[in-house]
């Protein structure tokens, strides 16, 4: 079975820019989740989607926006990007909310 | 909103010795992650549970939810077991719909 896959694994861009990252959950996941880990900060929730809808999001402006597709693919992006959304960003799937999240590699994002 | 508390938040051992890593949360919850972190940014969630205790090989989890607490175990630890182990809860008690909020990990090394 084919774990959650994200892409790219690195994303160089610089104040000012858009930048869109790419998640596919585990097949028959419905539920998908992003997680922002910056330096010295821990793991923060993001935004949560499930049957294409978005359920909840954490604590972030709304330039951090996303979607989830037909087949549950999930794309996050955020735009005007700042140097403190330099981090590394984790898309989890779960067969169901509340069931247990399965993760991806991650993206690093890094901005100059 | 679920406050995760996790010690040691260093903990270095030596191969072979009996580990242990504490969570307290604040909130009731309907289950708790624990989950592994790797240099390089890679999760794998190692353990969700409501209840008692689980062991996936040298690993054992226990929770207990009238005091909110939860405990990791590595029994004959080895260097390979060195990562940041991380504790989540629901961001809310009851269901994920929250995303989950995580403690700050604990760093662990076993050194040969």
């Known amino acids: 079975e084919a774990g959650v896959t994200q892409s790219p694994t690195h994303l160089i861009k610089t104040r000012g820019q858009q930048a869109t990252l790419r998640c596919s959950p585990i097949?028959?996941?419905?539920?998908v989740y992003w997680y922002q880990q910056a330096l010295g900060l821990g793991l923060q929730f993001l935004l949560w989607?499930?049957?294409?809808?978005?359920?909840n999001r954490g604590n972030f402006p709304p330039r951090f926006s996303g979607r989830q597709f037909p087949n549950y693919s999930s794309e996050l992006n955020v735009n005007a990007l700042e140097l403190e959304d330099s981090a590394l960003y984790l898309c989890?799937?779960?067969?169901?909310?509340?069931?247990?999240?399965?993760f991806g590699d991650g993206t690093r994002l890094s901005i100059l | 909103k679920n406050e995760v508390e996790q010690s040691p938040q260093n903990l270095t051992a030596q191969e072979g010795e009996f580990i242990t890593i504490n969570c307290s949360y604040s909130?009731?919850?309907?289950?708790l992650h624990w989950l592994q972190q790797h240099p390089g940014g890679g999760i794998v969630s190692l353990f969700m549970?409501?209840?008692g205790k689980k062991k996936h090989g040298r690993l054992i989890a226990t929770i207990n939810i009238q005091e909110k607490h939860s405990s990791l175990h590595i029994t004959a630890s080895h260097p390979r077991d060195s990562a940041v182990y991380i504790c989540?809860?629901?961001?809310?008690?009851?269901?994920?719909?929250?995303?989950?909020?995580f403690g700050k990990g604990t760093h662990l090394i076993i050194q040969p």
């Open positions: 989890a799937s779960s067969f169901r909310n509340n069931q247990p999240q399965h």
């Open positions: 097949s028959g996941h419905t539920s």
């Open positions: 989607y499930d049957e294409g809808e978005e359920r």
């Open positions: 909130v009731g919850i309907s289950a």
């Open positions: 549970l409501s209840s």
């Open positions: 989540a809860v629901p961001g809310y008690s009851g269901g994920g719909a929250d995303g989950l909020t």
